[in-house]
């Protein structure tokens, strides 16, 4: 029952790898871009939210609603006003750009912010769990993280196989010219992605941000929990990096409890390698570069 | 007086403006922080300057300016450590400001210089390099956990600058920087309790309630879980021989996301007690999960996570009950040596100062300079810096911390550059005025030798009720 519990947590934990992770995926998906700010625009949003509760008094239902309709227009406006000029035949040009946008916010953070430790009080829901047997208990706050992590890929998923706008996105992601030609403004395709990403990873540093807490320097170990998810998963693919992030959850949590404490990140970090050695394309591999 | 720009706290213009130039000081860190984290020191340099201090007036018998360097954890998530350390400077500032009259007849003004180590230890060593070499300090000061003394007092005893310290335990000081019992150190000295206190302290409460006296530790990974672990040094053996079992979780990686292997454990073991030594953000994490997965200890006590009021308003409602280690308190029967003022009299002005902030153990750092002024003032020689280190030595002298001396041997003094000062236990209440009130539950251990320090309770240990 110790080892159910164990893995039911790390299944928990992975909802949460998993939606960090999926703005990435589909960032990558549409445009092949990696976007190493991802982790730091995510602790960015959780310092929005932060602000909204703190400066303005909004209770935190309403403080996400803003803060992701705010990193909403951010992503468009990033996407359109800057990455979008790096996007070509030069795949590093993009890596370099984000790579510096991340040290931009993380000091840009520690200064409005300080370098202190900050927490989001979601209430009692944080404390209150189903206990299932003596030796098993599920949070409420974690469980309710997973399904929200659920609910957003498969509400990904529907929009890319089933709406219009989702087409266009396939479109564009399978051959930029053609889907040009049938009229498909490419630019404009390309920010709101960069939109959605950034909504979704808004809900991922809010619901981070009330698990534990937060400091400005945090986003790039989230990052690198989001690369490994989407590696792990399948570039592209959503439901390959809910996947992704479960398997890393799991790891984790199991290697703790397998070989103790200190072991579990290590574990997590092998059994990516291991995945990457045995199939590099990942579990559910949708796009085939080059 | 290009100085006073500079710097942050020259001793005369403390007491007249202390907020602007602080705030100066503050956007100016933040400025080098800024700067530091893509272009390396250049920032901090920027901000802290080379200062030369040569302005502090003429006069007869006046001597040098004496510089006093202090690394604090101003922000980061140790920032609670170093909440009253802005503060401190100021009201020591204020208690110097008309200069140290010297052994050597001499009277010099004191400048005291404030860095901040973000929380992080390479940062610290890196800022203690700065005061050493670039703003030429002749006396180094460190307080706020083995993070943030260990690298600073290193760097002291590798530049050769005498470096007075507290708020650490002793064992991570000593032993956690390879200290040699037979040898010691030649220019750092430091004075706090050891975990031979915290044991006593924390059985003592535990000896209070009705438990199995099983015990589910959880020590980091970390310079102090390392030194609270230790099988020989720490905690485990003293633990053993007061007659408790102690099931351990592990050197757990401070910043783990998920406890649910060691909950698990400890609910397997039936655990009454929770121990150890967290950081205040690793044990949110870790209570809030206990909770979720329905571990419910009768006590949990643990080191470090829940010394400040600040710290348990972060944990909220499931904080009341916790219990703690307390180092320092307004009830402490002990008195400023600078100014006469008491514990409580230093709470109380820290309270009226701060905005009406609840008193807390990091003014226990009010002490290191004490013993610096103490130093200062049997030091014939300001320019020789073996003779300031000569004179710290023989401290034997009463502080708001207590009686510190380095020169009484074992028990006071364990190891050498080591005092012993006192520990009490404490228990987090509803309070009126504020959120949380930490009251004195257990003080047996300070009444006993060597401390022989009379300190009333206020409060009883009570099971945490769920």
């Known amino acids: ?120 009080d979601a209430g009692r829901i944080e404390n209150i769990s189903i206990k299932v047997s003596e030796q098993l208990s599920v949070g409420w706050f974690p469980l309710i993280v997973f399904v929200i992590a659920i609910a957003v890929i498969a509400a990904l998923e529907v929009f890319l196989a089933r709406a219009r706008l989702g087409r266009a996105f396939r479109a ?84 703790t409890q397998a070989f103790g404490a200190g072991w579990g990140l290590v574990v997590g970090h092998l059994v990516f390698l291991t995945v990457l050695a045995v199939r590099p394309s990942g579990f559910l591999a949708k796009t085939v570069t080059a | 007086m290009s100085s006073e720009d500079k710097t942050g706290t020259g001793t005369e213009s403390v007491a007249k403006t202390p907020l602007t130039r602080r705030d100066f000081l503050k956007t ?20 802290c300057g080379d200062d030369d201090g040569g302005d502090a007036g003429g006069g007869e018998g006046q001597g040098r300016p004496i510089k006093v360097g202090f690394v604090a954890p101003l922000t980061g998530p140790l920032a609670a450590f170093g909440e009253t350390d802005q503060w401190l400077v100021t009201k020591w500032g204020e208690a110097v400001k008309d200069g140290v ?86 220019w750092t000295y430091h004075a706090f309790w050891g975990l031979e206190d915290v044991t006593a302290v924390f059985t003592g409460m ?71 030594v967290f950081i205040p953000p690793d044990f949110v994490n870790f209570w809030k999960q206990s909770y979720q997965q329905g571990y419910q200890p009768v006590a949990a006590t643990v080191g470090k996570a829940l010394l400040f009021p600040a710290q348990l308003e972060a944990i909220g409602e499931i904080g009341y009950g916790l219990t703690t280690e307390c180092w320092w308190s307004p009830w402490h029967p002990f008195k400023s040596s600078l100014t006469g003022q008491t514990c409580q009299e230093l709470a109380d002005a820290w309270t009226s100062e701060s905005g009406g902030k609840e008193w807390n153990q990091t003014l226990l750092h009010y002490a290191v300079f004490e013993v610096v002024v103490d130093a200062l003032k049997r030091t014939t020689d300001v320019d020789d810096k073996q003779v300031i280190l000569d004179a710290i030595k023989a401290t034997d002298m009463e502080t708001i911390q207590g009686k510190i001396t380095w020169s009484a041997g074992a028990p006071l003094n364990p190891v050498p550059n080591v005092c ?47």
């Not at chain 1, 990403?197 to 320097?217: E, H, Q, S």
């Not at chain 1, 945090?218 to 989001?226: P, T």
């Not at chain 2, 929380?119 to 070499?133: E, F, I, K």
């Open chain 2, 101 to 186: 009259e010297c052994g050597d007849g001499q009277v010099h003004p004191i400048e005291i210089i404030i860095k901040d180590s973000q929380s992080d230890s390479n940062r610290a060593a890196t800022v203690a390099g700065d005061l050493v070499t670039n703003d030429g300090i002749d006396v180094m000061m460190v307080a706020s956990t083995p993070d943030t003394v260990s690298p600073v007092a290193d760097q002291a005893e590798a530049l050769q600058v005498p470096c007075v310290s507290n708020d650490c335990p002793w064992q991570p000081y000593f032993f956690g920087r390879g200290g040699d019992p037979a040898v010691g150190f030649t």
């Open chain 1, 1 to 120: 029952m110790t080892w159910a519990n164990v893995v039911i947590q790390g299944i928990l934990l992975g909802g949460l790898y998993a939606l960090f992770a999926t703005g990435l995926a589909l960032v990558f998906g549409v445009m092949r871009m990696v976007n190493l700010a991802h982790g730091d625009l995510g602790i960015l949003a959780a310092f929005v939210a932060l602000f909204i509760v703190q400066s303005l008094g909004l209770p935190l239902g309403w403080a996400t609603a803003l803060t992701i309709a705010i990193m909403f227009l951010v992503g468009y406006a990033l996407q359109r006003g800057l990455l979008n000029f790096t996007l070509g035949t030069d795949d590093t040009r993009p890596i370099v750009v984000t790579f510096g946008l991340s040290i931009i916010i993380q000091n840009a953070l520690i200064m409005k912010f300080s370098a202190d430790s900050q927490g989001l």
């Open chain 2, 206 to 276: 535990w000896d209070q309630l009705d438990t199995n006296k099983k015990i589910g530790a959880m020590w980091p990974n970390d310079a102090d879980g390392l030194g609270w672990a230790d099988p020989k040094t720490g905690q485990p053996p003293m633990l053993k021989e007061a007659g408790y079992t102690v099931v351990d979780g592990g050197r757990f990686q401070p910043g783990t996301e998920d406890y649910t292997p060691q909950i698990s454990k400890f609910k397997a073991a039936d655990c009454d007690i929770l121990s150890g």
């Open chain 2, 28 to 47: 100016a860190g933040i400025t080098g922080l800024a700067l530091g984290a893509t272009g390396g020191l250049g920032g901090v340099l920027a901000a």
């Open chain 1, 172 to 255: 564009t992601s399978d051959d930029r010219e053609a889907a040009e030609l049938m009229g498909i403004n490419n630019r404009h395709i390309y920010s709101l992605a960069m939109a959605i990403a950034l909504a979704i990873v808004a809900v991922a540093g809010i619901l981070l941000a009330v698990r534990t807490t937060f400091d400005p320097t945090q986003g790039s170990f989230r990052l690198i929990y989001a690369f490994e998810a989407v590696i792990m998963g399948g570039m592209g693919s959503m439901w390959g990096t809910l996947a992704g992030g479960i398997i890393l959850g799991v790891a984790q949590t199991v290697g």
């Open chain 2, 420 to 466: 012993r000062t006192v520990l009490v236990g404490g228990m987090w209440t509803k309070g009126e005025e504020y959120p949380f009130d930490l009251l004195l539950v257990d003080t047996q251990h300070a009444a006993e030798e060597p401390f022989n320090v009379e300190i009333p309770t206020n409060g009883t240990v009570e099971p945490i009720k769920y």
